[in-house]
């Protein structure tokens, strides 16, 4: 009996002794979680080590102390992309049980951050299924597509991570990430090769990201005094200022007179070809929007890292200047292209819209393109325009309400040429808004026909496809209700080079609303 009293004794003494160095559970999942992706090498062994919540504490403080490019403020700028990287994985990457921040895809967005192209490597051998499914904010472009494999047949995805294409600090050209779905059952594995050493990658990278590796305690926040205040100018001043809104000044000579001389029909092919595309939005709040994009094939040969400018301007019928642009402009790519975009404030009418970029100061590309915008009401029914791209990624960072061609977190790159290669996916787009929600599902029940005309370069031979008016699949923009996106991909191999036109008829089966919408677009080798 004594001996089994001294030994119960010594187990209780143990097992406090053990309580004592345990950590609380917020403190063990911040290790299990996805923290660790972004860890060094060093971090990770000194966490391990880690036995109490109150070096545990210390030890998180300083970890994003470290990460935190504005040391000394209350904001901090990378945990803030961290967690919001987190929050869009674990909403879209999800795959079972596994939330979507501890997948492989959801490991390498947090670490990498957006790929700057990504591409479906797997051809359609004999026997595979190709489905078609809607376009989502849950994933790059192709991850929505699924394929039904019969000959054994795993799907591959590669991100690529160009040199001035990504915030990813590489030191290579490139960097290629494959992910293989061996089942097809949407569950994307990283393939390892030979070829890529992850581990050192990301270890590079996870360095990197360090803006103060060296850090040995956590600097003490301070808030900025409030400016004093403005003082008040006087009344007379005040009320000539809010009847006289601004449209905005040109600031360079040379660009007022490159918009003059196009306007004026003495430029009608200025420099270098770019393509501009538009649309009509409207936030939740009721914000209406019109953004704007300027498409830059690479073949324009300017760079994604070139100092420039993007300028012109918008006139009403009468021709008078209602609004004018001259501000720095910074490409972004879009698989081998570039594009700027913005957003406009203007009223619904119509006006010729005049948009140009200029390298150094000086002009280098100027296009011309009428704006019909007819107004959105944020309680109205309705669809925006039919977007044609080959480039549909998730955002990493938060979304503001008028960002432009972004829909809950997904951004869209309109393909401002509406030409695709034979070997691209189209992807065809369009966000509905407050569409009838049927009373047993509260969801939307929509259908739609499409109808594809076109015309082959080689023999001029007329080509019709169409589809019958069948159920389709729409989601719910993510922070803006009563908005919804729906679209697919369509695999253009088939498509003989020419020219064709997509028609797309959407019938709203609650509130028996009807939609057209039509885009044209061309087929190359």
Request: aromatic share 10%; proline share 6%; net charge neutral.
């Amino acid at each position: 009996m004594k001996t089994t009293q001294r030994l119960a004794v010594a187990m209780l003494v143990l097992f406090c002794a053990a309580s004592a160095f345990a950590l609380s559970d917020q403190y063990v999942q911040f290790g299990k979680g996805p923290a660790q992706w972004i860890m060094t090498k060093d971090e990770a062994k000194q966490w391990k080590s880690v036995r109490d919540d109150a070096a545990a504490q210390a030890f998180i403080d300083l970890f994003w102390a470290k990460r935190d490019p504005s040391a000394g403020t209350p904001q901090n700028e990378f945990r803030e992309e961290f967690d919001a990287k987190v929050k869009y994985a674990d909403e879209h990457f999800a795959h079972g049980k596994t939330v979507g921040s501890m997948t492989d895809r959801g490991h390498v967005l947090i670490v990498m951050g957006s790929p700057s192209r990504i591409q479906r490597t797997d051809s359609q051998p004999q026997g595979t299924i190709q489905k078609q499914g809607v376009v989502s904010g849950s994933a790059p472009p192709g991850e929505d597509e699924q394929s039904t494999t019969i000959q054994g047949y795993s799907p591959k995805m590669l991100w690529f991570y160009d040199q001035g294409k990504t915030k990813a600090p590489i030191t290579s050209p490139s960097v290629e990430l494959a992910f293989v779905d061996q089942y097809g059952g949407n569950d994307w594995k990283l393939e390892r090769t030979p070829r890529t050493d992850y581990v050192s990658l990301f270890e590079g990278v996870n360095k990197a990201m360090m803006a103060q590796p060296d850090l040995k305690s956590v600097p003490v926040a301070t808030v900025a005094a409030a400016p004093a205040p403005a003082a008040v100018a006087p009344t007379v001043a005040v009320a000539a200022a809010a009847t006289t809104p601004s449209i905005g000044a040109y600031k360079t000579e040379a660009l007022k007179t490159a918009v003059n001389e196009m306007r004026a029909g003495k430029a009608a092919d200025w420099g270098k070809k770019v393509y501009v595309s538009y649309g009509e939005f409207v936030t939740a709040t009721g914000d209406y929007f019109v953004p704007v994009q300027l498409y830059v094939p690479k073949v324009a040969g300017l760079g994604a890292d070139a100092n420039l400018t993007f300028f012109g301007q918008v006139e009403d019928a009468s021709g008078t200047p209602v609004a004018i642009y001259e501000e720095p402009a910074k490409l972004s790519a879009s698989k081998d292209d570039l594009f700027y975009a913005k957003s406009l404030t203007l009223a619904p009418g119509t006006y010729k819209g005049t948009f140009g970029l200029a390298e150094n100061g000086k002009p280098v590309s100027l296009v011309s393109t009428d704006l019909k915008l007819s107004g959105v009401d944020k309680a109205a029914e309705g669809v925006s325009g039919l977007i044609l791209s080959n480039n549909i990624y998730p955002m990493t960072e938060a979304q503001k309400p008028t960002d432009p061609f972004s829909f809950g977190g997904l951004k869209v790159v309109p393909k401002g040429d509406n030409t695709f290669k034979s070997a691209d996916e189209l992807w065809y787009f369009y966000e509905v808004r407050n569409p009838g929600i049927d009373e047993t599902t509260k969801l939307p029940k929509l259908q739609a026909k499409i109808n594809l005309n076109g015309k082959r370069a080689a023999d001029g031979k007329e080509v019709k496809m169409q589809n019958p008016l069948s159920e389709i699949d729409v989601q719910e923009a993510k922070g803006v209700p009563g908005h919804y996106i729906a679209g697919a991909s369509l695999p253009l191999a088939s498509f003989k080079p020419g020219d064709y036109t997509m028609k797309i008829h959407v019938l709203d089966t609650v509130s028996k609303q009807t939609y057209d919408i039509e885009a044209p677009f061309k087929v190359v080798e």
